[in-house]
Structure formats: structure tokens, C-alpha cells
């Protein structure tokens, strides 16, 4: 109990899979099962410890940045190791060290070629610590360095264990195969957007007075209107970029379909629950409040971005016939929502948000787990050749279902509040931004519900329902194993309750958020 | 959880006895959490059951029935109005809420949810037996029934929507139970969209009232409007229309008709638990809920036009599709919609009694209709009367129930249907001279005209059905006791469910639903209006007479078609005036096919020819500059990985990080420069 106190229980969370990450590289390659040993255990001590700072955790004072620690760390350029989390960034974390959890567990006998674990998991564990440091860090260095920490491990992952079906793309001379493609787009795309949230990082750096980096000490000068005007406007266009991406926004997500089918199924949950949030989350916790008065000037433009994704998204998906790509898809119109509920700066809209990102990881997570585990058997994501499933193997049939139904944002599952959320903040978004937009904006995402609903239901319709092909008679279909179900549980439960108890995510953000949006646009 | 009780503190005008109902009122959160929790006790240990989970499908709803009724009585004695709530979860200004209201409208919808639940839920066991998904089906049907009872019994709009989706999922299930079938599921399908499409209208009109009272509790939102809070009468109308959309989608109002009929591809008990209690009634529900808003000028009255001409439309345009039907489950469906159009029409016409009585008696003749037609399938196999014909005999008891049921909907004195028939005719008379206008005066003789549809239709059904020669294949025989009972429970109540409201003599029923904390502002008649009553009557008479003209003598032959061939109308009729065509030309295909694939192809061909592009003229630069750098770093990379060597993984790692190193290092440097120009010339 007294590691909190003393500040270096959240280190604990963030450093944990790394030490893992070393002793799993110790090992000889040979020896699988200690490597696995040896992953689950730290990354479930990563779990532990984030539970036991939920336990800790002051809930009068969510606002407040708790457990941190303010160590000197490169002090040539003021750059400090300053950790601690808040109500907005206590539930991505826990989220993030179960979906670690969880895709070790579900990865324990489901290895993609080629096999390798060890290096599999050394990899895994890199991104645990990655996504965990970019949920804790206060610093715009620190918070960097783990945000592109998280680069490297899944461009390998997509790279090396991805999809190896070569495909004909547009501007190509050769067949290219699917895993390279889309690892290198994936990759540089998200450089692409780095390198300018760096440079917006170093702009806000250098006009600070003394330099800083701290997030906290940026916030304060921010809202005194240092960052005002054309310099501000510049540096909260960067910054966009670097989130956008990220999130994604469209038109930047077509990294986001490529990465996705390509990447192994855990790489796929991993990408969709996390990484995603790395890049809303951004925008929350750095975007807002150190330059409010450029986000009110965005916040039309993100607004209506955000429903194109929505829309555009939802369209594209009913158009897919490969199920992992659909799934894909479907993230870029719910992170549409996400940024709606942002875009309206009220603490509705960005509570909306969080419990959004939330469920968006629980939902999608749990949906590329059922694609990867039906990719497994099937050898197929055609959908056009699935069918039947839930005769098959009615386990997972009857998961995905439910799954898809929460996906579409059914009351009662996680789902619904993100988007109901959002929908009535931007039917009253912040004074000053402009409600012919942002009611447009409602009735649009409103009608982008339908078409979530439309292309699920199509979806269970060809892939769970009829009867199954006779391609399928005589090949050994087993149902969910141990492992898969020891996997999705969790998630199953999470799914359920978020959504019938959604203060389970409100009760930490309600009163962070209403401090940030008080202090950032005093409303 | 007892701190969370919250009585309703609200002023109270009339009736002035309304009590708070005690410990009956204050449990009352556990008529939906009931049935809930079965239903996954259901999919849970159902299936080691003796009775595979039906039992304890059977016991929430005997439950349900029980308190219902219980409450139907103390509200007859003293009128209950209570309220509870306990927060969820707080969200900006916002509460979220499980709340349950206990007043004269949400017990009247408690007690028929449970009793005709109870009926079809004991109808089902010998319907049902057999299929392949017993337990499963004895689940969602909990569901249905729970999901409906969380609709009524909320007591404030974001936990309706929660009901009311549920509602839709649950239909969605059951509609689709024989998913088998892609026909089945494209029905299931239907449902669940255009309710989806008419929910966009629901949550629009939600969140504009929730947002402009601040508080989404009905009670806040009646409160404010019986107060004539001005912000919410700004945006009284569109609200309105929003919330009324919604509720045409759960209610089946044309244009959003669509997915009833369809919703025939679930077992038969599904449809008559569906047109009775559940589902449909929803959106005549919110309306009776939300009645002071659109019935106060202030407010959301110009609605109303909207809402009569709606309703009037449906109750006519749609009864005439039930006179084409050959398959009997369609008949009755398209009944239902056209019985739902009358309701719609009363709750424009500004009577609320008349509309939800219409809604009570309704449910009990529809619900048993809907059992005597599935004991019909279940005998002869077939949906279609032209494989039927001739079932008086083998068939006595469904023959009688039917007929009593029959005859309620047609509206024949002195059964259940007549009353509330007269009373909606009489009330839609009163709107005429009173607001209504030129459009109340038409829509009367379209009501008028409905009745004679309405018996026309009915007339033709019973003589195709049980009259005549048998036409079918199957042997057919009367039903189990456990599916007749239930039949002859509801044709019990459906003959003397009208005596609780007999203007002038008895108005129990009036009484029982003005147990609200505010005044409804409807009317109602204080005694019965004779020549109308006539008129109603004789109409109704009419089209049994003019059924009985043409199909009594060669029932259920093919040439019953024939006599109805009439030009462009017979056309019309069998097409569904084209609407369902309609919608999937002009909708869901080009949604689905053309519009779908272009925006993919944009994706591919426009948004990643640019990132490819982009990516191309970048590389063709760090040729130039670094002299192949960049090709040869990718290069090694698909080498190794191609290469599949047990290393790879070590080796690209180490490799490449320092490949990526290096770049970022340029990288970095690079914007420092970039940024220092940037705060000198800015």
C-alpha cells in the first residue's frame, strides 16, 4: 500500500512489462512456457498494481492528479519524469494493463506464423509499456517517447506475424504482400503525424516562459492566453495532426483498415482498444487545455470531421467483404463519435468521450478476438463464406452477436452511452460554438446509428445465420477453448456492466472533466 | 438503496385522492428487474430444468400478473401515483436514472404486460414444444416481456430508451428465431432498422427536452410543462414531432408500417405477445405519457394535427391491405396497424382515455386472435387460408374464440371492442367542434368508414378460415388444453373487457388512469353519445353483412380472390401501395450496393492514392538525397521477413531500430530548426 504513497506505484504499472520484456530476452529461445510464464506474470503484476491504484484512488477528487512522482530527469532542457493520473486517464490505464492481460491469454496456443514467441512477446510487453507510460506521463518529452515507443513493437508485429496474402494495390507495379503494405503505411503515417506534434511539443516548449514541458505548468500559461493567436494556431494544427492520425480522423485513417486486417489477432485487439485512445486521449489531456482558445476555433472543423468519419465509416463498412477489415472500419465512424463528444468542449461531451474510448477498447477488442479466433478455424474472412456460424460453433457465434450488438450501441451495453453522450452534448455544445453546426452534427450521428445498426445486423446475417456451406462439412470446427473464454470473460462482463453501471467509468471522469472544462473554458 | 426512494413531491390537483401507494408502489422496480433476472437464469440453467426454463418463464410473468392486478385493484380503490428513482451515474449537470413510476397509466400497462403474458407465455409451452431452441426461445420471450415492462415503468426518458431499444432487440431475436432461413432474417432485420430509423427521432426528441428542462425524469418534464416553462415551449413542436416519429416507428404508423407484417416470420406466440402487449403498444404509450405536452397549446399541441392525419391514414389505408391477405397471420397484422392508426388518431384527437382504452381492450382480442390463428397453423401447417377453410368443426373451441374475438375487433355490442371503439369515434366527434376542425369532422368519417373495413376483413377471415370445405393437406385437430385455455381466458376477457368503462354508468376506467400527479387536460365523454354508438354499430354490422355476401358461400376457395379484383385498387392492395418497394429501391439498395462501394472505392482509389502518392514522391526524394538510403533499408527489410529465418524477429529488431533511430534523430533535429523559424517570423 505504501508503494502509492511514495510514488512509484504507477512507475511500477509502466516499468513492469519492460523489466518482463528483459528477462523474456535472458531466456533461451527454446524455453516457450517460461516465456510465457514470465510475460503473463509481469504484465498481471502490471494489472495488479492498477487495480490496487483504482482501490487507492481519491474519488472526491478526481480532478486532481494522484500518485505522482516530479523526478529531475534531462535537465538541459527542463524536461522532468512527472507522472500521475486523473480521473480522465485512471480508467484508459486499467483498460490498458487488462488488454495486455487478456492478449497474452488469449495468445497462450494461438501463436501466427511464424511462431517465435519469444520475440512475439518481448514485443508485447515493449507496448505495455508504451501505451501504460502515455496514459501516466505529465511531461510532453516523457509523454512522447512512450507515445512513439508504442510504434515500433506493433510495426514489427504487423510486419512479421501479419497477413501474408499478397494484394494488387493502386500505383503499384507488383503485388505487394498485404503484412509489408500495410506495416510500412501504418509506420510512416503515424511518423508523418509525430513529427509535427513534436514540433508543436517543442513550439509550446520554446515560448513558454521559463521552458517547460510540464503539461500542468503549459495548461496554466495556456489559459492565460500565452499561446494565443496565429503561434497558438499553427501549433494546435500540429498537434491535430499528430492526434488525428492516431485516432483516426478521417481523412487520415487509411492506415487504419490496412493495419488492422493485416496485423495478428492480438495485434489487431491491442490496436483497436489502445492505440486508438492514444490520440483522443491527446487531445483531452494536451490539445484542450493548453490551448483552449484554438480549440474553440477547431471545434466546428473537428466537429464536422467526426461525423464524416461517422458516416463515411458506416457506409464503407457495408461495402466490405472481409471481416476483419469490416470490424476495422467500424472504428473509424465509433472514434468519429469519440470526437464529437470532444469537439463539443463540455464536460457531457468529453465524459462522453472517455466512457467512449472505454468501450470502444472492451467492444472492438473483443470483436477482433472472435474474427482472429474464426480466422484461426475457418482459414477465411471472406464473409461471403461464412455463414452458419452460430450452428458451428454456437460459443462464439452467440458472442459475436452479442458482441456486435453492443457495438451498435445497444442500451443496456457498453456502447450506448459513448454515443448518447455525445449526441446530447453536441445538441448543446459550449457557448460560443456554433449550433447550426453542432445540431446538424447531432441529427447526422444520430442517422450514423442506423447505419452502425445496418451493417452489424448484415454482418451477423451472412457470417451467424442460414445455414452453413457444405465447404465447411466434415472439417473439425471446435468451439471456444479455455484460453479464448478465459480471454473474453472479462470482457464480456466489462461490456455488460459499463452498461448497465456506466458510473463504473463516470464516477472516475464526471468531476476531472467538469475541472478541465471549468478551467479551459470556464464553463 | 432505501435512501434512494424518492415519493413524488409533485402538487397533485385531480383526482384529489392519489396516495402514495405504500410498500406495493415502492417495490415496484421489481415487476422489470423480475423477469430480467429469469431470463438469464434461463440461458443459463434453463436447459437442466424439468420444464426447460419455461418454468421460470411462466413464473415472471405470473409474477408480473400478479402485481399488476394487484395494483389494477388499489388503484381502483384509491388512485396511486409514486415515483422512485436511484442514480446511476452522474454525467456534467446530468443524472442518469433507474427509476419506476407507479400511476394509473404504467399499472394499466402492468397488468395487461402481465396478463396477456401470462396467456401466451402458457400458450407457448404447447406451441412451442419441440423446437430445436426451446430454452433459448422461452429467454428472449422473458426478455420481450422485461424489456417492455423497463419501457413502462421508467420514470424518465433515458431509461425508455433503454426499454424501448431493448424492446427492439428482443423482437429482433424472436422474429428471427428460425434464423435458418434468410427470409426470417431479413423480417427480423426490417424490424429491428425501421425502428432504428424512427429512434433516430425518439433520441433526438429526448435529448432536446431532457437538455432544455434539464432533468430527463417525466416528472420534472410534466412539472415544467404544467408550469409553462417558456424554454421548453421554444422548442415544443420539433420536439414533439421527434418524440412522435419515435413513437410511429414502435407503433407501426405509415410510413414506418413496414416491418409489422413482416414480423410474421416469428412463432405465432411472438406476434400475438408483439400486437397485444408488448412492442406496439410502446409508441401509444409514450404519447399517453408525454399527453399534457402535446396536449397544452403552449406546448407540442400543433403536433396533433400531424399526429391525427398519421393515424388516419394508418387506420384506413392499412386496414384495406388486411381485406388482400391470404396469409391469416397478415391479416391480423395489418389489423393490428390499422387498430394502432385508431389509437394514434384518439391521442390526436386529444383523448387520451379513449386511446389507451382502446389499447386495453385491444390487447386482450388481438393477443387472442393472434392464439387462435397459431392454433390454426399449428393444426393445418400452413399460414395461408387458402389451405384452410371448414375448421368449425374439428376445431370448436378455437372456432368460438376466434369468433368472440372477431366480433370484439369488428366493435359488436356489447363486447370490448365497441366500447372503445365508440369512445375513440366519440371523442374524435367531440375534437370537431372543439380545436379540431375540418380535419377532426373528415377523419371521423374515415374512422367510420375504418369500422366497416374492419369488419369486412374479420368477416372474410373467420368464413375463409372456418367456414366452407377444408382445402388443406394436414389433419387438423383442436389444440392442447394448454394452448386452449389461454384462448379462452382472453375471449373471456375480450367479451367483457369494455364494461370497465361505460360512459355515463361505470367510468372505473377513466378513473383509474387520471391517477397521474398532473391533470391529463383530455375529455372524455360523460355519457354515451346514441346516435354515434348507432352509427359505429351499424356500420360494423354492415361489413359482417357485405363479408357475408361474398364469402360465405364458396368460402375458402381460390375464386374468393377474384370476386376482389378490382381494377388499380386490387393492384394497389397486393403491391402494399408500393411502399416496401419503395424503400428498398430507393433506400436500402443503393445504400447497401452503389453507395456503400463508392465510398469504399474512395478510400482505396482517391484517399490512399493520395497517401501513395504522397509516400511515392517522398521515397523518389530520399532517392535523390540519400542516394538510396531509404530503398535499401525497406528492401532489407522484406528480405529478412521473406526470408522467414528463425532470427528474424532478433535481428530486425536490433537492425532496423537503428535505421529508425537514426531517422528519428534527422527528424528531430530537423523540426527544432522548423520550430526556431517558426517563433522568429511569427
Given at each position: 500500500m505504501e508503494m502509492f504513497d511514495g510514488g512509484w506505484g504507477l512507475s511500477l504499472i509502466v516499468f513492469l512489462p519492460l523489466v518482463g520484456a528483459g528477462l523474456v530476452l535472458l531466456l533461451p529461445k527454446r524455453q516457450e512456457s517460461a516465456a510465457k510464464a514470465i510475460a503473463l506474470l509481469f504484465t498481471l503484476g502490471s494489472l495488479g498494481a492498477s487495480v490496487l491504484a483504482v482501490v487507492r484512488f481519491d474519488f472526491d477528487a478526481t480532478e486532481q492528479f494522484q500518485f505522482g512522482t516530479d523526478l529531475s530527469w534531462i535537465s538541459a532542457i527542463g524536461s522532468r519524469y512527472h507522472i500521475g493520473i486523473d480521473g480522465i486517464s485512471m480508467p484508459l490505464l486499467v483498460l490498458s494493463t487488462l488488454m495486455t492481460v487478456l492478449a497474452i491469454v488469449y495468445s497462450w496456443n494461438h501463436w501466427?506464423?511464424?511462431?517465435?514467441p519469444k520475440a512475439f512477446l518481448v514485443l508485447l510487453l515493449l507496448l505495455a509499456t508504451g501505451m501504460n507510460g502515455t496514459f501516466v506521463a505529465l511531461d510532453l518529452v516523457l509523454f512522447f517517447i512512450f507515445f512513439e515507443l508504442v510504434l515500433l513493437p506493433m510495426y514489427f508485429m504487423i510486419g512479421i506475424w501479419g497477413d501474408r496474402t499478397k494484394i494488387r494495390l493502386p500505383g503499384f507495379r507488383r503485388e505487394v504482400e498485404t503484412r509489408l503494405y500495410a506495416s510500412i503505411k501504418f509506420f510512416l503515417f503515424t511518423l508523418f503525424g509525430s513529427a509535427f506534434m513534436l514540433l508543436g511539443f517543442l513550439a509550446l516548449y520554446f515560448k513558454s516562459d521559463p521552458h517547460t514541458f510540464d503539461m500542468a505548468r503549459l495548461a496554466e500559461a495556456g489559459q492565460m492566453g500565452l499561446f494565443d493567436g496565429t503561434f497558438g494556431a499553427w501549433v494546435f494544427a500540429a498537434l491535430f495532426l499528430g492526434f488525428a492520425v492516431k485516432v483516426p480522423m478521417w481523412p487520415l485513417h487509411t492506415w487504419l483498415p490496412d493495419a488492422h486486417t493485416a496485423a495478428p489477432t492480438v495485434g489487431s485487439v491491442l490496436l483497436a482498444a489502445i492505440l486508438l485512445k492514444l490520440g483522443s486521449y491527446g487531445f483531452i489531456r494536451i490539445s484542450l487545455p493548453i490551448l483552449p482558445q484554438q480549440a474553440q476555433d477547431w471545434a466546428p472543423v473537428i466537429a464536422v470531421l467526426a461525423v464524416i468519419a461517422i458516416i463515411y465509416g458506416s457506409l464503407a463498412c457495408l461495402a466490405q467483404t472481409d471481416l476483419k477489415r469490416l470490424i476495422a472500419f467500424s472504428s473509424v465512424g465509433h472514434m468519429g463519435f469519440v470526437m464529437l463528444g470532444i469537439s463539443t468542449l463540455t464536460d457531457v461531451g468529453i465524459n462522453a468521450a472517455v466512457i467512449g474510448m472505454v468501450a470502444h477498447g472492451v467492444i472492438t477488442g473483443m470483436l477482433f478476438f472472435l474474427a482472429g479466433s474464426m480466422q484461426h478455424r475457418y482459414h477465411t474472412r471472406e464473409i461471403a463464406r461464412l455463414g452458419g456460424n452460430m450452428k458451428l460453433m454456437p460459443v462464439i457465434g452467440g458472442l459475436l452477436a452479442f458482441t456486435a450488438m453492443a457495438s451498435l450501441g445497444l442500451p443496456g451495453l457498453a456502447g450506448f452511452w459513448g454515443e448518447f453522450m455525445a449526441l446530447l452534448g453536441s445538441f448543446n455544445p459550449l457557448d460560443g460554438l456554433s449550433l447550426t453546426v453542432f445540431r446538424s452534427a447531432m441529427v447526422a450521428g444520430a442517422i450514423g446509428t442506423v447505419l452502425t445498426a445496418g451493417y452489424m445486423l448484415w454482418m451477423l446475417q451472412r457470417v451467424n445465420l442460414g445455414e452453413p456451406s457444405d465447404e465447411w462439412s466434415g472439417h473439425d470446427l471446435h468451439d471456444a477453448d479455455g484460453f479464448e473464454l478465459a480471454a473474453w470473460v472479462p470482457l464480456v462482463v466489462a461490456i455488460f456492466a459499463i452498461g448497465v453501471f456506466p458510473k463504473i467509468v463516470f464516477g472516475a471522469t464526471n468531476d476531472a472533466v467538469s475541472e478541465l472544462v471549468r478551467r479551459a473554458f470556464g464553463g | 438503496m432505501i435512501a434512494g426512494f424518492i415519493a413524488y413531491a409533485g402538487e397533485i390537483h385531480e383526482p384529489a385522492h392519489l396516495v402514495d401507494g405504500g410498500v406495493l408502489a415502492q417495490y415496484a422496480w421489481l415487476i422489470p428487474l423480475v423477469p430480467l433476472v429469469l431470463m438469464f437464469a434461463i440461458v443459463f440453467f434453463g436447459k437442466r430444468l424439468p420444464y426447460k426454463g419455461w418454468e421460470l418463464a411462466e413464473a415472471s410473468m405470473l409474477f408480473v400478473a400478479i402485481y399488476g392486478v394487484a395494483l389494477l385493484v388499489m388503484n381502483a380503490n384509491e388512485g396511486i401515483t409514486h415515483e422512485g428513482s436511484i442514480e446511476i451515474a452522474r454525467i456534467g449537470s446530468y443524472t442518469i436514472e433507474w427509476g419506476w413510476v407507479v400511476d394509473g397509466l404504467s399499472i394499466m400497462m402492468y397488468a395487461v404486460v402481465g396478463v396477456v403474458g401470462l396467456a401466451v407465455f402458457t400458450y407457448a409451452k404447447g406451441y412451442m414444444e419441440?423446437?430445436?431452441?426451446y430454452t433459448w426461445f422461452f429467454a428472449a420471450f422473458t426478455l420481450f416481456a422485461g424489456a417492455m415492462l423497463v419501457l413502462v415503468s421508467s420514470a424518465n426518458m433515458i431509461q425508455l430508451l433503454v426499454g424501448w431499444e431493448l424492446v427492439g432487440l428482443a423482437s429482433y431475436l424472436l422474429i428471427g428465431h428460425?434464423?435458418?432461413d434468410h427470409s426470417n432474417n431479413a423480417a427480423a432485420i426490417k424490424a429491428f432498422l425501421t425502428n432504428k430509423i424512427a429512434d433516430v427521432g425518439l433520441v433526438i426528441g429526448v435529448i432536446i427536452v431532457g437538455v432544455t428542462v434539464g432533468s430527463f425524469r417525466f416528472g420534472d418534464i410534466l412539472s415544467a410543462v404544467s408550469a409553462g416553462d417558456s424554454a421548453l415551449a421554444q422548442v415544443a413542436f420539433w420536439a414533439g414531432l421527434a418524440l412522435f416519429i419515435g413513437a410511429m416507428g414502435k407503433s407501426a404508423q405509415f410510413p414506418f408500417h413496414v416491418w409489422l407484417p413482416d414480423a410474421?416470420?416469428?412463432p405465432t406466440p411472438v406476434s400475438s405477445l408483439m400486437h397485444a402487449a408488448t412492442m406496439v403498444t410502446a409508441g401509444v404509450y409514450l404519447l399517453g405519457r408525454m399527453f399534457p405536452f402535446y396536449q397544452s397549446d403552449l406546448f407540442a399541441a400543433d403536433v396533433k394535427t400531424w399526429i391525427i392525419i398519421i393515424g388516419s391514414i394508418t387506420l384506413f389505408a392499412m386496414g384495406l391491405l388486411a381485406l388482400v391477405q391470404d396469409d391469416l397471420k397478415r391479416v391480423l397484422a395489418y389489423s393490428t396497424v390499422s387498430q394502432l392508426g385508431y389509437m394514434t388518431v384518439a391521442m390526436g384527437a386529444g383523448a387520451y382515455t379513449a386511446g389507451l382504452f382502446h389499447l386495453f381492450t385491444h390487447a386482450f382480442f388481438k393477443g387472442l386472435l393472434f392464439l387462435c390463428a397459431g392454433s390454426v397453423i399449428h393444426a393445418v401447417h400452413s399460414n395461408n387460408m387458402s389451405d384452410m377453410g371448414g375448421l368449425r368443426k374439428p376445431m370448436p373451441w378455437t372456432y368460438r374464440t376466434f369468433l368472440a374475438g372477431s366480433l370484439a375487433l369488428a366493435g359488436?355490442?356489447?363486447?370490448a371492442g365497441f366500447w372503445s371503439k365508440d369512445e375513440i369515434l366519440a371523442s374524435i366527434s367531440y375534437d370537431a367542434g372543439h380545436g379540431g376542425g375540418a380535419i377532426a369532422s373528415v377523419v371521423l368519417w374515415i374512422a367510420i368508414a375504418g369500422a366497416f373495413v374492419t369488419a369486412f376483413y374479420m368477416a372474410r377471415a373467420v368464413y375463409l378460415t372456418f367456414f366452407g370445405e377444408y382445402q388443406g393437406q394436414a389433419h387438423p385437430h383442436e389444440s392442447p388444453r394448454v394452448m386452449t385455455y389461454p384462448m379462452i381466458g382472453l375471449a373471456g376477457l375480450s367479451i367483457v373487457g369494455g364494461f370497465v368503462n361505460v360512459p355515463g354508468l361505470f367510468t372505473g376506467f377513466t378513473e383509474w388512469l387520471a391517477a397521474r400527479p398532473l391533470p391529463m387536460g383530455d375529455h372524455h365523454a360523460e355519457s354515451i353519445d346514441f346516435a354515434l354508438a348507432a352509427t359505429g354499430l351499424l356500420v360494423a354490422l354492415a361489413g359482417i353483412a357485405a363479408g357475408t355476401r361474398v364469402w360465405?358461400?364458396?368460402?375458402?376457395?381460390?375464386r374468393e380472390r377474384d370476386r376482389f379484383r378490382v381494377p388499380l385498387l386490387y393492384p394497389l392492395l397486393e403491391h402494399r401501395y408500393f411502399v416496401d418497394d419503395l424503400y428498398r429501391v430507393a433506400l436500402t439498395d443503393p445504400i447497401k450496393g452503389p453507395v456503400a462501394r463508392f465510398i469504399d472505392w474512395t478510400n482505396t482509389y482517391v484517399i490512399d492514392a493520395v497517401v501513395n502518392a504522397f509516400g511515392a514522391v517522398a521515397k523518389g526524394l530520399a532517392r535523390v538525397v540519400y542516394g538510396g538510403f531509404d530503398q535499401r533499408g525497406i528492401d532489407f527489410v522484406v528480405n529478412a521477413v521473406a526470408g522467414g529465418t528463425n532470427e528474424a524477429g532478433e535481428m530486425l529488431r536490433r537492425t532496423t531500430t537503428g535505421r529508425v533511430q537514426q531517422y528519428a534523430g534527422a527528424l528531430f533535429g530537423g523540426a527544432v530548426l522548423l520550430v526556431v523559424g517558426l517563433l522568429i517570423f511569427t
Open positions: 501466427p506464423e511464424p511462431h517465435n | 419441440g423446437d430445436s431452441r428460425y434464423w435458418e410474421m416470420a416469428g359488436i355490442f356489447p363486447l360465405r358461400r364458396d368460402a375458402a376457395t381460390q
